[in-house]
């Protein structure tokens, strides 16, 4: 039973998986369990944020249950097929590896692209509408000792307040400060890498096709958009993918259309260019007293599958489907067993996941000959069984294993 002003959850970071699990909370425990969440970005303008996310059919049936799809359909370019090459950057032909036809079920595309803004500005009227508290304010300051003595945290935000919660769920990104203050370590490494991400316009239909060419230096991925856009995520070594950014319109468009080809036609505009430096990086513990760490605050991967936000928001389904079992039979779901419960469930997974794309990235990202045909004879075989195609589709569709609940598209 919670106190007078104490809250049910409090989540520190209103991203994606911050305002996915306010949202599934809110649908499955109604209004008498009380949700705050606290990001200082709240009320502020995402126009300028070109990113694209491919949301998996999993992640695409979770958001159709909370009643956030709807919002988004038309803005979501489904994805109809996918070509994977393995090539060297000067190659006038790319010997076609690996074709996927896009659909897990029926009429289900295995994956939709969207626009980052269009999807946050969705979920974060759906927290509103369904009268959850959003505070335009980072957390500041908790202690995390308190929560071993007692059975809540008075938690500090930037704006001076204080909340008391049952239950601190760190959302806030790859850079977590909660997860720090809570002592949990992370392992991993730098790829070295970085990912140059921008949008182009080019003169053909991409027919909802993506592409995903695996060149030397990293995985160049052509992610369609609706209309004739498409997203880039090209991986180049750290130092050479800040020198290409850096170079002036005409040389970068260059590099550019060395490497995107003339398939689409010629590139008629290019957006604002972003780097991002690639890791690897899994929080060592998923909880602590009182806590758990959801979305980019738990892992970080390569994007080389696309996976990072759909394994946040299979966090959040994980999450959600524990803390709502736990709640509705009377028990304290900030109690450490409901969240090892959680950590269980996601944390294995997680490092699987993580690792796969991992090796992934590895096996491609070089030069050596040999290894090059392994991989091509690896490729070529998968494309020639169908059961084995079939299976790799519901994987990268997140759709094996044990899934959420939310994640299969059934309500709370
Ligand atoms: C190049 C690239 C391409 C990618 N492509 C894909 C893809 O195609 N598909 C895919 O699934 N994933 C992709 N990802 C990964 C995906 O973008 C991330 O996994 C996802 O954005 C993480 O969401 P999140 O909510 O966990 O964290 P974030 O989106 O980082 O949100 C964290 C929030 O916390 C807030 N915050 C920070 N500190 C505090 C604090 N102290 N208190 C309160 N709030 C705070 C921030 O303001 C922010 O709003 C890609 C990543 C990269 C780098």
Redesign the pocket.
């Known amino acids: 039973m919670r106190r007078d002003g104490e809250i049910d959850v409090l989540i520190?970071?209103?991203?994606?998986?911050?305002l996915t699990l306010a949202v599934a909370l809110r649908q499955g425990l109604g209004p008498s369990f009380s949700i705050t969440v606290?990001?200082?970005?709240f009320g502020k303008s995402h126009t300028d944020d070109e990113?694209a996310?491919?949301i998996v059919a999993a992640a695409r049936r979770l958001l159709a249950t909370l009643g956030v799809w709807p919002a988004v359909a038309e803005q979501a370019q489904p994805i109809l097929d996918m070509v994977v090459t393995d090539s060297q950057l000067d190659d006038t032909v790319r010997p076609v590896f690996l074709t996927f036809a896009g659909e897990v079920e029926d009429g289900e595309p295995f994956a939709h692209m969207i626009e980052?803004r269009f999807l946050i500005a969705a979920l974060e009227a759906k927290a509103r509408e369904t009268g959850i508290e959003l505070r335009a304010s980072?957390?500041?300051k908790f202690s995390p000792e308190q929560a071993t003595t007692s059975d809540h945290f008075d938690v500090e935000l930037a704006d001076g307040t204080t909340v008391a919660t049952g239950l601190l769920i760190a959302?806030?990104?790859?850079h977590s400060?909660?997860r720090e203050r809570a002592g949990i370590a992370v392992h991993g490494w730098d790829y070295g890498q970085s990912?140059i991400?921008i949008n182009v316009g080019h003169e053909r239909d991409h027919g909802g096709r993506a592409e995903e060419h695996f060149l030397p230096a990293g995985p160049f991925a052509i992610l369609p958009l609706k209309g004739r856009r498409s997203s880039i995520?090209w991986t180049e070594t750290t130092r050479e993918a800040e020198r290409i950014v850096a170079l002036p319109a005409a040389a970068f468009h260059a590099e550019l259309e060395k490497r995107f080809k003339l398939h689409l036609g010629d590139i008629t505009s290019v957006g604002g260019r972003r780097v991002?430096p690639?890791g690897f990086y899994v929080a060592r513990s998923f909880i602590a007293e009182r806590m758990a760490l959801?979305?980019?605050?738990a892992h970080v991967i390569h994007?080389i599958a696309?996976?990072?936000?759909?394994m946040?928001l299979k966090d959040v389904a994980a999450l959600a489907e524990v803390i709502v079992d736990a709640a509705r039979l009377g028990l304290d779901p900030g109690a450490t067993d409901v969240l090892e419960r959680y950590q269980r469930w996601r944390r294995f997974d997680t490092m699987a996941m993580g690792l796969a794309t991992d090796g992934l990235n590895r096996l491609f990202s070089n030069r050596s000959a040999a290894l090059r045909i392994m991989r091509d004879v690896g490729l070529g075989m998968v494309d020639r069984v169908p059961g084995l195609k079939r299976l790799f589709i519901r994987e990268a569709a997140g759709l094996v294993g044990e899934v959420p609940k939310l994640l299969r598209g059934e309500l709370l």
């Open positions: 520190a970071g209103g991203g994606f998986a911050g606290a990001d200082p970005s990113r996310s491919a980052n980072a957390v500041a959302a806030d990104g790859a400060s909660i990912a991400v995520v991002h690639l959801i979305g980019d605050a994007p696309g996976q990072g936000l759909n946040g």
